[in-house]
T-cell receptor, first 113, second 116 residues
Framework: QKEVEQNSGPLSVPEGAIASLNCTYS??????FFWYRQYSGKSPELIMS????GDKEDGRFTAQLNKASQYVSLLIRDSQPSDSATYLC?????????????FGIGTKLQVIP | GAVVSQHPSRVICKSGTSVKIECRSL??????MFWYRQFPKQSLMLMAT?????????EQGVEKDKFLINHASLTLSTLTVTSAHPEDSSFYIC????????????FGPGTRLTVL
């Protein structure tokens, strides 16, 4: 089982819709969760971090964390064509010492005008 | 804040030459920096973790004698690809973790290496 799993997509949504991106992780003791956006040919950009169960909102983005289900999601409201990118879920597994970020394969999002 | 720069952004070299890539944290001190490699349409692959003042920790399968990492100061880490070959052509990205920022990790813009 992969440590961080994401559907590679592509996920296609019409402009103005809500895009829902999902991620599951295997290490139940994980404490830190991140969403990165990566445009084609560019490096990843941190867009959200979440550490506690529940929702965290930042503008059009909402991160949701459910540690019991080992599930983290990212909602993008009012999706725009400029949101078309690959979204990487990242988790720091509980290792007790050195903390290394583990990335999912990423979900490609396509927002259709 | 939390800006990471990388230089050069793009390099083309002949097979057998060595290439040095610099990674700098511009507005914060980074005790730990990370080097990733990404092939087209593939996920990020962590190559090594660079700690200021000590030896880098390499991931399994990454040749430490081929990918030399030096983290000489709290704001600079370098990756040298020695005796580069066409199979080393890839997108190399560094990142840095901000101390006391809840493990948030910020990426540099990346270096695209093409070995002819």
């Amino acid at each position: 089982q992969k440590e961080v799993e994401q559907n590679s997509g592509p996920l296609s949504v019409p402009e103005g819709a809500i895009a829902s991106l999902n991620c599951t992780y295997s290490d139940r003791g994980s404490q830190s969760f991140f969403w990165y956006r990566q445009y084609s040919g560019k490096s990843p950009e941190l867009i959200m971090s979440i550490y506690s169960n529940g929702d965290k909102e930042d503008g059009r983005f909402t991160a949701q964390l459910n540690k019991a289900s080992q599930y983290v999601s990212l909602l993008i409201r009012d999706s725009q064509p400029s949101d078309s990118a690959t979204y990487l879920c990242a988790v720091i597994p509980f290792s007790g010492g050195y903390q290394k970020v583990t990335f999912g394969i990423g979900t490609k999002l396509q927002v259709i005008p | 804040g939390a800006v990471v720069s990388q230089h050069p952004s793009r390099v083309i070299c002949k097979s057998g030459t060595s290439v040095k890539i610099e990674c700098r944290s511009l507005d914060f001190q980074a005790t730990t920096m990370f080097w990733y490699r990404q092939f087209p349409k593939q996920s990020l692959m962590l190559m090594a973790t660079s700690n200021e003042g000590s030896k880098a920790t390499y991931e399994q399968g990454v040749e430490k004698d081929k990918f030399l990492i030096n983290h000489a100061s709290l704001t600079l880490s370098t990756l040298t690809v020695t005796s580069a070959h066409p199979e080393d052509s890839s997108f190399y990205i560094c990142s840095a973790r901000v101390f006391n920022r809840d493990n948030e990790q910020f990426f540099g813009p990346g270096t695209r290496l093409t070995v002819l």
